[in-house]
């Protein structure tokens, strides 16, 4: 007859095993491949998932961490005690709600955006034309002649990757940016368009 203690050994390998690895796979999805900007209620369900894998992992892992959270309520001591998984999950959880991690808000990614959207339309304005060159005939043999282009502005503006993918998870984290997925997978657009967006950007913004 098989002893309990190598089996509960091998379901706590493979416990760690699997909780370790979604966790891991979980963080490197969020931070590889999802959005720069969440609404505040996905963030928070953000937080309540990590801190639910971190704490099937460690319960796994170890089973023996102990947090003590201590605080004070008008003159009322409030305590909590927490063993094992749970005692690293309230941890996560209170770093993801207290702790240096903050989320960039819609109006936060709104301000940065059209920052960014003015930068690069004034980058557009002062970049000279680049001339044009056209072929001569000099001694028997062809020469580039460089002709310069007449005194025009420039009608388009480029857009950089980031502003791209700023502007497609701004569109998709709030409905009244939703114009703003117009300019994703866009290289340049025009000025006067570009003028537009970052009027819609102004409207859509709260009142200070």
Do not use: C, H
Not at 9 to 21: E, I, N, P, V
Not at 58 to 63: D, S
Not at 76 to 91: F, Q
Not at 185 to 190: E, S
């Amino acid at each position: 007859m098989a002893s309990p203690a190598p089996k509960a050994a091998a379901d706590q390998r493979t416990g760690t095993w699997l909780f370790g690895s979604l966790l891991l796979v979980f963080y490197l999805a969020v931070f590889l491949f999802g959005p720069s900007v969440l609404p505040p209620y996905k963030y928070q369900m953000l937080g309540i998932i990590s801190a639910l894998l971190a704490g099937l992992f460690a319960y796994f892992l170890t089973g023996n961490i102990v947090t003590s959270v201590k605080g004070k309520i008008s003159e009322a001591s409030v305590g909590v005690r927490a063993t094992g998984g749970a005692g690293l999950a309230i941890a996560m959880l209170l770093w993801w709600t207290y702790g240096p991690l903050q989320i960039q808000t819609p109006e936060q990614a709104a301000v940065l955006l059209q920052q960014q959207l003015q930068q690069a339309a004034d980058s557009a304005r002062t970049t000279p034309p680049a001339p044009l060159q056209s072929q001569g005939k000099v001694a028997g043999r062809a020469s580039a002649v460089p002709m310069e282009r007449p005194s025009a502005p420039q009608r388009s503006v480029p857009l950089s990757p980031g502003i791209q993918k700023l502007a497609k998870d701004l569109a998709a984290a709030d409905p009244k940016y939703a114009a703003m997925a117009t300019l994703q997978n866009k290289r340049t657009i025009p000025i006067e368009q570009l003028t537009q967006l970052r009027a819609t950007l102004s409207a859509a913004q709260p009142a200070k």
